[in-house]
Every structure is written in structure tokens, then in C-alpha cells.
């Protein structure tokens, strides 16, 4: 692309190009129950090396019995925000501003009742929030399993702590949990401790202590990284299964957009602690906007492509340490515009569930086609999926 090229005649800042935008915030709603609304989340965590200005003005929304991906590469934000979701941000975070709004009925009375999280002490986050209505399952079962309890006893914990579940009960329930997520000798392994099990069962337990106190959100925070691929594809039907047995709503936290393609239905992708583009799993698949989505697509592994190598984005994410002015890709983008270089694009409005923040969205922008190595694998990819579909 020439020089005459990458210039827009009135270099647009954010103002002067709202005429070309619509906002998120005239997505339309429909009339499920959203049951997690973040709005404009932003966060800034103190080191000792500065401030680090981790997430950008997020915004997610997830109806209920809904699957939404947060996709990008490690250090873009996506475990942050959801750590923010379940009031656990480490104690060096500061929330610069934003909104968590999450939506819950009473135990007691089935009255329905809707919270900003940000405002809630952490007592009372921990008694109403944490594993009793929103769970999280982390990327790394050994961490987060006790390794001096048996998993038994692990499991039951969350039930006697929130719901003052007799002790016999809990352990019933603990054994039937094992069953379901697909554990045998179910008794037995009550009694393991967890370097007694495999990575799959242990990954496969912490999904048990997830789903003992009946969430309504779950969020899956990588959750098949450190497992092979046989025992990955298990976790994830494991945990779409379980999702459609109790309509509960799912979160999936990944790098891996073969992960994405077989669970999400709205996938939002995150760069440098900001959301870049947003949609359906067909749009960010078959008419993905965003020249970072489009690296994303490239960068998966493709059995019928003609070409030997392997595609990688080029370049590393920015250091947040040190902010600077413009699009945070630019300096990793063959397709940046001299307006990159000095402002932040807007969210650009593509249809009524999908949205992308770059300005070759902009009408003033030259007019620029995804790469035709990356189109020929989509087109790849729809007539794989109608194949399956037929």
C-alpha cells in the first residue's frame, strides 16, 4: 500500500468520527435476561515499575444459558476481566471506572435482584458471588486444588460453607459429581489426593467443585491448555453437555480459536486490555473485520492449506507500562493508517451484533480486503461446516 494510500484526506480523531459510528450502547435488547453487563470496565494495576493500564473501557454483555468467548493473546486482559467479574482482583488493581452488573433471584424467595459488583465489599462477594453463583474452573488444576485435601473434601467445602449442607448430604452430592463429570470408582477417588490423579481428572474435579454450588455463570479460564488433544475435546463436551443439562451460562477464556468454533456463540476478541472486535461465532469466523482477528485466523494450524509455514502475527504486544498515543496494533499491522499513529479508533458498527475498532472501518479509509490466503480458508471452512451440517 502506497503512502497516498495509508492517508485519510481529514485525519479523524474519536470525535470527528462518531457521524461514522454507532455505539454499543444502541445494541438492541432482546428478551432474554442478561445476566452479566460490564460496561466501559477500566483498570489500572500499580507496580513497581508504574502504573500498568490493563483494560480499556470493556464491554461485555451475557444473556442467560448463553456461551460467549474472550479470545487473544496472553497479557491482552481477558483473565483480568473476568477476576473483575468475580470481585478477586489482585490488591495492587484500581478500578479507573465501569460498571459489573450481574442479575441473580434469591434463594429464599425466587425474587430476582441485579448488583454492581465493583460496589460490593469483599465479605459479602465472597458469601454471595464467589463459587456460589458465578464459579470459575482455572487454566491449572494444580493450583488451585489443595494438595493436602483430598478431593473428596474439596468438593464438599463450597457446599457446607454457602449452604450449610449437612455433612452426609454434601458427600452424596460430591460423589454423584464426580460421576457426572465422568470420574469412576467415584468412592474411591473421594479419598485421592490430587497427585494421586491424571491432568484430565483432576482438570475434571476442579469442573465438580465449579458445578457443586449450582452456579448461574461459569467461567472456563483455559480451561484445556495443559491437557492433549483426546482429553481436550472431552473437558469441552463435558462442559457443553453440562451447560444444556442445567442452562447455565458459560465464559470461555482461550488463545485457541478451535476451541472458540466449537462452543461459543458470541465471541469477543481482546488486544492490549481493549475488545477490538465483537459478533456471532459465523461472523468473527466467515467475515472476521479486524486485521488482528484476521491474524488470529491465520495463526491456526490448517491441514489443506498449500502452504508449508506456519502463519504468526509479527511482532510482540505492547508494553502497557508505556502507553503511547493511537491504536495499540498499529506497530504490528501491515494494513495501519497514518491515523493509527494518533488515535484510538472508535467501535465501528458492521451489523446489529457486530462490532470492530479500526479505522479502515472508517468511510474516508482506502479500501482494504482481508488476505487471500485467509479468504481461501474460509471459504474452506463454510463448506467443511455445511458438509457437516447436511
Known amino acids: 500500500m502506497s503512502d497516498e494510500e495509508k492517508k485519510i484526506e481529514e485525519t479523524p480523531a474519536a470525535e470527528e468520527a462518531k457521524a461514522a459510528v454507532v455505539s454499543e450502547e444502541t445494541e438492541p435488547e432482546d428478551d432474554r435476561d442478561i445476566i452479566l453487563d460490564i460496561k466501559d470496565l477500566d483498570i489500572t494495576f500499580k507496580t513497581s515499575a508504574g502504573p500498568v493500564h490493563a483494560i480499556r473501557g470493556v464491554n461485555i454483555r451475557l444473556h442467560r444459558g448463553e456461551t460467549v468467548a474472550i479470545v487473544g493473546e496472553s497479557g491482552s486482559g481477558k483473565s483480568v476481566t473476568m477476576k473483575a467479574a468475580m470481585g478477586i482482583l489482585a490488591k495492587n488493581a484500581i478500578v479507573n471506572s465501569g460498571k459489573i452488573r450481574f442479575s441473580y433471584k434469591h434463594l429464599e424467595t425466587g425474587e430476582p435482584d441485579t448488583v454492581d459488583i465493583l460496589k460490593q465489599d469483599k465479605k459479602w462477594i465472597r ?62 477417588r473421594m479419598k485421592n489426593y490430587p497427585h494421586q490423579l491424571s491432568g484430565g481428572m483432576r482438570q475434571r474435579v476442579v469442573i465438580a467443585i465449579a458445578l457443586s454450588c449450582d452456579p448461574d455463570l461459569l467461567i472456563c479460564d483455559e480451561p484445556t491448555t495443559a491437557l492433549d488433544v483426546t482429553i481436550q475435546a472431552r473437558i469441552i463436551e463435558l462442559i457443553r453437555r453440562i451447560q444444556k443439562e442445567r442452562g447455565i451460562s458459560v465464559i470461555y477464556i482461550t488463545h485457541d480459536l478451535g476451541v472458540v468454533a466449537k462452543v ?42 498449500d502452504d508449508d509455514r506456519l502463519y504468526t502475527i509479527p511482532g510482540s504486544p505492547p508494553n502497557l507500562l508505556h502507553e503511547k498515543p493511537g491504536d495499540a496494533f498499529a506497530p504490528r499491522n501491515r494494513y495501519a493508517l497514518v ?43 463454510k463448506k467443511e461446516a455445511e458438509s457437516v451440517d447436511d
Open 127 to 188: 458469601s454471595h458471588i464467589n463459587g456460589r453463583r458465578i464459579a470459575m474452573v482455572f487454566q491449572d488444576p494444580m493450583t488451585s486444588l489443595d494438595p493436602t485435601m483430598p478431593i473428596g473434601k474439596q468438593i464438599m467445602e463450597g457446599m457446607m460453607w454457602h449452604y450449610n449442607t449437612p455433612k452426609e448430604e454434601a458427600y452424596n452430592k460430591a460423589k454423584k459429581l464426580l460421576e457426572e463429570v465422568g470420574i469412576e470408582d467415584a468412592e474411591k
Open 264 to 305: 461459543a456463540d458470541y465471541v469477543n476478541v481482546m488486544y492490549a486490555g481493549r475488545i477490538v472486535e465483537k459478533g456471532t461465532i459465523n461472523e468473527i469466523y466467515y467475515d472476521p473485520r479486524h486485521p488482528y482477528t484476521w491474524g488470529l485466523l491465520s495463526a491456526m494450524p490448517d491441514l489443506d492449506t
Open 339 to 381: 491515523v493509527d499513529e494518533k488515535a484510538d479508533p472508535p467501535m465501528f458498527k458492521i451489523t446489529d451484533t457486530h462490532y470492530a475498532a479500526t479505522w479502515l472501518l472508517d468511510p474516508r479509509a482506502p479500501k482494504v480486503e482481508m488476505p487471500p490466503e485467509l479468504k481461501a480458508r474460509i471459504e474452506r471452512m
